[in-house]
């Protein structure tokens, strides 16, 4: 019988991060000030450290981490790499399954790679405390357990609609020390404004952005803010993900034929495939690995959405961003996989989705809780709802693989535990879930209203985005 857990010691954790840009198809395409037309990077100087800023820009491919971030990992990196068994057998399939478990740390997700050194440098630079938003309170429970680490105050600003909805995550940031308030608030000009409008308003994604972001250019002496995916620095620091899954599947004599994972801002996915994508350019692969995103149908931003330049939030305070977008006025359907409501991407997965390296593929919840009751029902983990599209994906393929009779391996990346998604296993077991596919229309509309607001838009992404196809 073979392993079904594959641990690496503490010694084993990697020493650096892979950074993609130097490998990529082609440069990626800078950020855009619309107030210039010009490539810009806006208000971001104002809010990160200088750290961070150059992790975000930089041309290294390896990047060191350092040994103080090394030592928070190390409470529960490295993550196990689990050999799905019970899963296989259940599906008859030939094919082996393997997954990377990420909701073994304290936040119950990936989150923690990256807020850990981002609280990091920020303690560093002397930053005191750091601000950021949170929809479901993933993002903001990492932040909260790495300010924690660092010593430095968090202040989160959670979605209404979640902060009274889902109240377990919440009292999660405050048992880390972080203070958590409902958004919008009435502790930033931008909440006042809304509130004053609508006293009930429930709140965005968007709306939260922007009460961070104030809240750390406001205090500019003593807060910065953080960011939990997209950004460049994000996804790399997630690749320590890949380093160990690579190493895990060299102690038992395999490689990947396909990656799956789930794509809110991509960064996990990220995470898991840059180092397997590194093997590929560096000519080291022993085999043609495909690389299969997955998202949600009512999140479609690669599978229906356009590659252009859009701002990254609602508020439109980012600076334009080269990704494939539904429009920064998307407004999400109430899925359950909160964390992947978001209308862009990682600019990076859209150009290896241009440049044919990976592709994506879209699903709804219902299909997509079937496969995570089948799941937990042979492997005895409940996923949250975001990787539950990735167990879609590597299922499908499980059973493709019993039509042909090959015996693939297939990886993907369990992001995250489900124990603060019970309500959403509620509905969908007493058949209340509803299958969300966005329209194709509304993308062209929201469209139509950026070329509006922008007229020079597709002359800046002629002259940045569109070069020759690879
Ligand atoms: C935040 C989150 C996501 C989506 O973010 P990515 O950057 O695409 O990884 C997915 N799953 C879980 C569990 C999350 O917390």
Not at 106 to 125: C, F, I, L, R, W
Not at 164 to 171: E, F, L, S, T, V
Not at 423 to 439: H, Q, R, T, V
Request: proline share 8%.
């Amino acid at each position: 019988m073979p392993d079904r857990k594959i641990f690496l010691p503490e010694d084993e954790l990697p020493k650096q991060w892979y950074n993609i840009t130097p490998d990529l198809p082609r440069p990626l395409p800078p950020f855009i000030d619309p107030a210039t037309k010009e490539p810009g990077v806006g208000i971001v100087p104002r809010i990160f450290p200088k750290a961070i800023i150059a992790q975000e820009l930089s041309q290294e491919r390896w990047i060191d981490i350092p040994e103080e971030v090394r030592e928070v990992y190390r409470l529960w990196r490295p993550t196990p790499l689990y050999r799905a068994i019970n899963l296989e057998k259940a599906l008859k399939t030939p094919a082996k399954i393997y997954y990377k478990y990420e909701g073994v740390s304290p936040a119950g997700s990936h989150k923690p790679n990256t807020a850990v050194p981002q609280a990091y440098y920020n303690m560093k630079e002397g930053t005191k405390r750091l601000t950021t938003e949170t929809g479901a309170g993933q993002w903001g429970s990492a932040l909260s357990f790495a300010a924690a680490m660092f010593g430095l105050k968090a202040t989160v600003y959670m979605v209404r609609a979640s902060f009274d909805q889902k109240p377990y995550r919440k009292m999660m940031m405050k048992a880390f020390g972080a203070e958590c308030f409902a958004s919008p608030s009435n502790r930033t000009e931008a909440g006042r404004k809304i509130l004053k409008e609508d006293p009930n308003n429930r709140g965005s994604l968007g709306i939260a952005i922007s009460e961070a972001v104030e809240d750390a250019l406001v205090n500019e002496e003593e807060a910065n803010y953080a960011i939990g995916s997209v950004f460049n620095h994000v996804l790399m620091h997630q690749t320590v993900e890949g380093l160990e899954a690579k190493k895990q599947l060299e102690l038992v004599d395999d490689y990947p034929d396909v990656i799956y994972g789930c794509i809110g801002g991509g960064s996990s996915y990220s995470g898991l495939i840059w180092p397997f994508y590194y093997d590929k350019v560096a000519k080291k692969a022993p085999k043609e690995t495909k690389f299969v995103a997955t998202e949600a149908t009512a999140c479609p931003k690669v599978t229906k959405g356009q590659y252009i330049y859009d701002h990254g939030d609602t508020a439109r305070i980012t600076p334009l961003v080269p990704m494939h977008t539904l429009g920064h006025d998307f407004i999400p359907a109430p899925i359950h996989a909160g964390g992947l409501r978001y209308h862009g991407i990682a600019p990076t997965i859209s150009i290896l989705t241009q440049a044919k390296q990976m592709t994506t593929e879209a699903y709804n919840q219902i299909d997509v809780f079937d496969a995570a009751k089948l799941f937990i029902q042979t492997e005895g983990i409940i996923p949250a709802p975001e990787p539950s599209h990735a167990i879609k994906g590597a299922i499908d393929e499980a059973l493709r693989c019993k039509q042909t009779g090959e015996a693939k391996t297939i990886l993907f990346v369990l992001c995250g535990h489900g124990h603060f998604d019970m309500a959403a296993y509620d509905e969908y077991f007493s058949g209340n879930l509803k299958p969300y596919e966005y329209p194709t229309e509304k993308v062209a509309e929201s469209m139509e209203k950026l070329r509006k607001l922008y007229p020079w838009l597709d002359s800046v992404n002629k002259k940045f985005i569109n070069c020759e196809p690879v």
